[in-house]
């Protein structure tokens, strides 16, 4: 078994609020690993430390074996470490195929002229094709559903051939069959060998899915094993039932 990320002791506090608090976990690379915990335990937060949006008030984060501690977004990104936000941020007034280019990780100036590579050209292509939404490339991405949107968030996270992909809640406010969509893809792409970090609130799609399950419980982990154990664990029904 081998960690492709290992958090240590990580720290996170606003104003008198512990938002992660001394809180270690790591996730095996291959796996599917949910995150859950009740609101306001932390998950947010900790994807914003590890990604790089945040920066930690103490620990240690390693990725690939590196100590990646105090890295920004962009580098952690080149590293094939990548997101999705808990509100689906897509460029609003641009089309879903610019949408998918500009996550090829370019600077601004390099969008405005062609010097986007033919391979990242190519590249979405084959991602409109993937999530069949070759029908709506050139819609602006304001114009699509809120399931959509997703989609496209999660295609475009995709771009840069991510090692690992933090996902928060992907399905939530999203319809049944793209939540089967959703699945489906996230399944493809750890079959050939992405690893998922999921938050996430539907439960069934956390039981079908996800192996660990760790449960967060005021910035901490309370609990790691298998989807059948969390649900008999009695920390983690104290925890959500807040007794
Ligand atoms: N930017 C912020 N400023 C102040 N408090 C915050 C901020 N972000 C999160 N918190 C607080 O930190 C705690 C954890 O929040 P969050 O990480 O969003 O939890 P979750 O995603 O598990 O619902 C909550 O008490 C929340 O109110
Ligand atoms: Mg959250």
């Given amino acids: 078994m081998s960690a492709l990320l290992e958090i240590t002791s990580a720290r996170k506090v606003f104003g008198g609020v512990r938002a992660v608090d001394d809180c270690s976990l790591s996730v095996e690379?291959?796996?599917i690993t949910a995150l859950?915990?009740?609101?306001?335990?932390?998950k947010t937060t900790l994807f914003n430390l590890?990604?790089?949006?945040?920066?930690?008030?103490?620990?240690?984060?390693?990725?690939?074996?590196?100590?990646?501690?105090?890295?920004?977004?962009?580098r952690l990104y080149r590293h094939g470490l990548t997101r999705t936000f808990q509100q689906a941020r897509v460029f609003p007034h641009m089309t879903v195929t610019e949408n998918l280019v500009a996550a090829g990780g370019?600077?601004?100036r390099d969008l405005l002229v062609p010097r986007v590579s033919r391979r990242d050209r190519a590249r979405a292509e084959v991602l409109?094709?993937?999530f069949r939404m070759t029908h709506v490339a050139e819609l602006q991405a304001a114009d699509l559903s809120y399931g959509q949107r997703k989609l496209l968030e999660f295609a475009a996270v995709l771009m840069s051939e991510p090692r690992l992909v933090l996902l928060d809640e992907p399905t939530a406010?999203?319809?049944?069959?793209?939540?089967?969509?959703?699945?489906?893809?996230?399944?493809?792409?750890?079959?050939?060998?992405?690893?998922?970090?999921v938050v996430e609130h539907d439960m069934?799609?956390?039981m079908r899915l996800c192996n660990p399950v760790v449960v967060l419980n005021n910035g901490k982990e309370i609990f790691a094993g298998s989807p059948a154990d969390v649900q008999q664990n009695p920390m983690v029904l104290d925890a959500y039932l807040g007794t």
């Fill in 29 to 31: 690379e291959g796996s």
């Fill in 36 to 42: 859950i915990g009740p609101n306001g335990s932390g």
């Fill in 50 to 74: 590890i990604t790089g949006y945040l920066g930690a008030d103490g620990g240690e984060f390693r990725f690939r074996g590196r100590d990646v501690t105090g890295s920004d977004p962009g």
């Fill in 106 to 108: 370019y600077r601004w």
């Fill in 128 to 130: 409109l094709e993937e």
């Fill in 173 to 197: 406010g999203v319809n049944p069959v793209m939540i089967e969509t959703m699945e489906r893809h996230i399944r493809e792409r750890n079959g050939v060998g992405v690893t998922f970090l």
């Fill in 204 to 206: 069934q799609f956390v």
